[in-house]
């Protein structure tokens, strides 16, 4: 019998396991402007957009002043955090490059835009927008076609100079 998930399902949250809590913290939080919603000690911290109960964990539960996991393995590829305007995309991308942070790509998908860069545990973190539903790139059949071309980083930025 098939099945299918529910249309309004949503990922609620990821937990990451990091190796120095506060240096997560200072990324997550000082740089990306989560809130911390609830923090145990030096060992765990939830955190989140907008008073929500978490969007991302932080724990050093099992990996307390470990190295990051091997880039050439099994496991989470990055977190993707979806910006709700075009406009908090560039906010961020400013903040960034203001803030001398390495980024590692930029995309323009067809249906999004994308910025891509590490954590300080190089865990990837995606931050993106979603353009509007009628603007993404569809066949002749109507099946979605994403791409991977260049972000108009000069654009994108046009919007908070």
Do not use: C
């Not at 099945?3 to 990091?18: C, N, Q």
């Not at 954590?119 to 066949?139: A, I, S, T």
């Amino acid at each position: 019998m098939s099945y299918s998930i529910p249309a309004h399902t949503r990922i609620g949250h990821v937990h990451l396991k990091v190796s120095d809590l506060e240096r997560s913290l200072t990324f997550y939080r000082d740089l990306l402007g989560f809130e911390v919603q609830q923090k145990f000690g030096d060992s765990a911290a939830f955190i989140s957009a907008g008073g929500y109960h978490h969007h991302i964990g932080l724990n050093t539960w099992h990996s307390k002043g470990a190295g990051p996991a091997p880039e050439r393995a099994a496991g989470l590829y990055h977190t993707a955090i979806l910006y709700p305007e075009r406009k908090d995309l560039a906010v961020i991308l400013k903040r960034l490059i203001d803030a001398g942070y390495p980024l590692t790509g930029a995309s323009d998908h067809g249906v999004s835009e994308a910025i891509y860069l590490d954590d300080p545990d190089k865990n990837g973190v995606e931050l993106y927008w979603d353009k509007p539903k009628e603007q993404w790139p569809v066949n002749a059949k109507g099946e979605l076609r994403m791409v991977t071309e260049r972000l108009d980083i000069d654009s994108l930025l046009e919007l908070v100079v």
